[in-house]
């Protein structure tokens, strides 16, 4: 994700947006399991370098979420690549699955389902994000999760990452997502090749 990041910060794109590193999810939940135990509190999990730095965008071409309409979450479950978009002002997380089998897009998602509903909306008040907003906080409600039917749908069972990455980059640049599709896969697997290895020669 940091590589939609740059983009944002490179091309001037006009949505305002932030990514997180792909870790984040699963770090989420993990704090929720030790919350559960009754090893710690919700503030304690707030404090967590890995998820402050995060929030407050300290990391490279991220952004603190209180300046930011959207925050995209790439989400490994294992053996899958999931996409999940945080609508800050609409306090909604939408779920872009690209193996969506039998209209289930939640599906891989459900261990994460009470971390990103319950714990996110606590650490991000925890953290003042709508209150920076000038935005009535979150308090004891929960994010609502929306599962995106009809997103592109590969058609194997290796092309999740690509196809995780392209829908966010099509989201950031609203761009209709009608263009990806199994035979553009190889494209853009090549123009993405291709852009990371001008961005680096640039650096140098």
Same mark, same amino acid.
């Given at each position: 994700?940091?590589?939609?990041?740059?983009?944002?910060v490179h091309y001037?794109?006009?949505q305002?947006?932030?990514?997180?590193?792909?870790?984040?999810?699963q770090?989420?939940?993990r704090?929720?399991?030790?919350?559960?135990k009754?090893?710690?509190t919700?503030?304690?999990?707030a404090?967590?370098?890995n998820i402050?730095?995060?929030?407050i965008?300290?990391?490279?071409?991220s952004?603190?979420?209180s300046?930011a309409?959207?925050?995209y979450f790439?989400l490994?479950?294992?053996?899958?690549?999931?996409?999940?978009?945080l609508?800050?002002?609409?306090?909604?997380v939408?779920?872009?699955?690209?193996?969506?089998?039998r #209209?289930?897009?939640?599906?891989?998602?459900?261990?994460?389902?009470?971390?990103i509903t319950?714990?996110?909306?606590r650490i991000m008040?925890?953290?003042?994000?709508?209150?920076l907003m #000038?935005?009535?906080?979150?308090?004891?409600?929960?994010?609502?999760v929306d599962?995106v039917e009809?997103?592109?749908?590969?058609?194997?069972?290796?092309?999740?990452g690509?196809?995780?990455?392209?829908?966010a980059?099509?989201?950031?640049?609203?761009m209709?997502?009608?263009?990806?599709?199994?035979?553009?896969i190889p494209l853009?697997?090549?123009?993405?090749?291709?852009e990371?290895v001008?961005?680096?020669?640039?650096?140098?």
């Amino acid at each position: 994700m940091y590589y939609l990041g740059m983009k944002r910060v490179h091309y001037k794109l006009p949505q305002k947006y932030t990514t997180t590193g792909p870790f984040f999810l699963q770090i989420l939940k993990r704090e929720l399991d030790t919350i559960s135990k009754g090893h710690y509190t919700y503030h304690k999990s707030a404090e967590q370098d890995n998820i402050v730095r995060e929030i407050i965008g300290a990391n490279n071409y991220s952004l603190h979420w209180s300046k930011a309409d959207y925050v995209y979450f790439p989400l490994n479950t294992g053996n899958h690549w999931v996409l999940l978009v945080l609508d800050i002002k609409q306090r909604k997380v939408r779920v872009y699955n690209s193996n969506a089998r039998r #209209g289930d897009s939640l599906r891989d998602i459900r261990s994460y389902y009470a971390s990103i509903t319950m714990l996110l909306p606590r650490i991000m008040d925890y953290h003042r994000v709508y209150e920076l907003m #000038g935005e009535e906080i979150m308090g004891e409600r929960y994010l609502e999760v929306d599962p995106v039917e009809g997103c592109p749908q590969q058609d194997d069972g290796g092309n999740c990452g690509i196809y995780m990455l392209k829908m966010a980059e099509f989201l950031m640049v609203e761009m209709d997502m009608d263009a990806i599709y199994p035979e553009a896969i190889p494209l853009f697997r090549e123009k993405m090749a291709t852009e990371l290895v001008l961005y680096s020669q640039r650096r140098q």
